[in-house]
């Protein structure tokens, strides 16, 4: 990079002024990922200081049916295919319930896109879920979801919401987005749900008090150019309705052939190989510095790895999500050597190692618990980077 453009890229983070497009290009050009770093976690640092967020939740996948056949999934089943599954309501409860002694604070519940459920099945499970679990949140469903939703149901986004939240929604989850860009998205995607229907129907989610997180999945056919293009689009719907809690890049993942019926399922693998840990902290720090107005940005461990996920945090990163548990959508694909789930001892002990100081967190980004951060007496106690 120019020195000069360094320099007045650098002024820029420095005022806290607005980055532009032009400059979320030439942030990804730039090889000096330690700069890169230094900047964003200055960014970082002026809106959480040295606190790294995390919550104890637990994934819930109810089904893995689905219509779309995207390209980059190797967690869809059709009906009839071996491991298709349908879980009953009282099943998804079963386990939700198992961790209810470890203080759980959030169900995550993601799902396909099921053919012939009825759309009561979804309000109806969110029902018996926080009826059993009265103190847990539920983030719940992607925009993709709340789409086929409207086509199975006859119902507006808005009627569908409205059901939702009675039943006891309190987010949305993030799913659904990869790349808005229709360049990419037209050969990754098998679903209707573009730009338009996921940005109105977080809009909408704003609209009636909910926060929502948003998502990227980069490292496939992408170019860092989409990769802005989607951080603008996401900064502009924020600039109008406030309603994003955290920004989250998720990184795509090869499939690995399935034991189980020995079917690779990713269409895109023969031509893609997945991103470095270097380019995962590129893609921290860049959407750090372009997405101004989002309070946090996580790094979702499962998807990067323990090791990657504590450099994530020196480098714009300050949420690591939770316990997880179970997180079929990842682990279906790529055996990548990331636990099912961690406790919260395996957190705290991970965000100390990295150097900061943990916060258990709601949903809503509220602080449940702060606990005391590396202890400074020790002379090998790692320390955040200094800004």
């Not at 459920?117 to 009265?134: C, G, I, N, Q, T």
Request: a negative charge; aromatic letters at 8%.
């Amino acid at each position: 990079m120019d020195v000069g453009l360094k320099r007045e890229l650098e002024a820029k983070v420095h005022a806290g002024e607005r980055l532009t497009r032009e400059d979320g290009i030439a942030l990804y050009e730039s090889d000096d990922l330690a700069w890169l770093g230094g900047l964003a976690h200055e960014v970082r640092t002026r809106k959480n200081g040295d606190v790294v967020h995390f919550n104890v939740n637990r994934h819930l996948n109810m089904t893995n049916v689905c219509t779309a056949s995207c390209a980059y999934c190797s967690f869809q089943r059709k009906p009839g295919e071996k491991d298709a599954y349908t879980m009953r309501i009282e099943e998804a409860v079963r386990l939700a319930k198992a961790m209810e002694n470890e203080n759980l604070t959030e169900l995550h519940i993601v799902n396909g896109l099921h053919p012939t459920l009825p759309w009561r099945y979804y309000p109806r499970s969110l029902r018996e879920l926080k009826k059993a679990l009265p103190n847990v949140s539920l983030k719940a469903f992607t925009a993709t979801e709340i789409h086929h939703f409207e086509t199975i149901s006859g119902l507006s986004a808005s009627e569908i919401l409205d059901e939702l939240i009675d039943a006891g929604l309190e987010s949305l989850t993030g799913g659904g987005a990869e790349i808005f860009d229709w360049e990419v998205r037209q050969y990754i995607v098998d679903h209707a749900t573009h730009w338009e229907d996921w940005s109105r129907i977080h809009r909408l989610a704003h609209e009636k008090g909910l926060k929502t997180p948003s998502t990227m999945l980069y490292g496939h056919i992408e170019e860092p150019r989409h990769r802005v293009d989607h951080v603008l689009r996401l900064r502009e719907l924020q600039d109008e309705t406030g309603g994003f809690q955290v920004f989250i890049p998720l990184r795509y993942q090869h499939d690995f052939v399935d034991m189980k019926d020995g079917k690779v399922r990713n269409r895109l693998q023969a031509r893609t190989t997945m991103a470095t840990g270097a380019e995962a902290l590129k893609v921290f720090a860049v959407s750090r510095l372009l997405f101004d107005n989002v309070p946090h940005v996580k790094c979702f461990w499962v998807m990067h790895g323990l090791q990657t996920t504590q450099l994530a945090l020196q480098h714009g990163a300050d949420d690591m999500d939770g316990s997880v548990v179970e997180y079929k959508i990842t682990h279906d694909a790529d055996n990548y050597g990331t636990p099912n789930k961690l406790t919260r001892d395996d957190l705290l002990e991970l965000i100390r190692d990295a150097g900061f100081r943990p916060v258990e967190r709601n949903t809503r980004y509220e602080a449940i618990r702060e606990y005391p951060g590396p202890d400074p007496e020790r002379r090998e106690s790692p320390q955040p980077m200094r800004v």
